[in-house]
């Protein structure tokens, strides 16, 4: 059964870090992109970061880059979030998504296959 399932989330201060996990289940890392997506309240889904299977390479949202640090550990068949200089723009629900249907290996285009999402919310 093809599953991801996101763990990290919670409350923090602004400035401060949290790192999100997303293990996959039923499927290899190796032999997709993967990414998070998140949605605030009252606003449309954004992607966040983007890890392409094929070479490595990595996409960031503006909004995130030289603060978030999105990796993967293919022996857990893991992909992480690192979240830093968090701030309350960061509040959102967090989504790690996959184009397990499309079999893609780079990033680009709409996700096929989505986890629950873990909560984050950034306050004082």
């Known amino acids: 059964q093809v599953q991801l399932v996101e763990s990290g989330g919670g409350l923090v201060q602004p400035g401060g870090s949290l790192r999100l996990s997303c293990a996959a289940s039923?499927?290899?890392?190796?032999?997709?992109?993967i990414g998070w997506v998140r949605q605030a309240p009252g606003k449309e889904r954004e992607g966040v970061a983007c890890i392409s299977s094929s070479d490595g390479s990595t996409d960031y949202a503006d909004s995130v880059k030289g603060r978030f640090t999105i990796s993967t550990d293919t022996v857990k068949n893991t992909v992480f979030l690192q979240m830093n200089s968090l701030n309350p723009e960061d509040t959102a629900v967090y989504y790690c998504?996959?184009?397990?249907?499309?079999?893609?290996?780079?990033?680009?285009?709409?996700?096929?296959?989505w986890g629950q999402g873990t909560q984050v919310t950034v306050s004082s």
């Open positions: 998504a996959t184009y397990l249907a499309r079999v893609r290996r780079h990033c680009g285009g709409e996700y096929d296959t």
């Open positions: 039923g499927f290899t890392l190796d032999y997709y992109a």
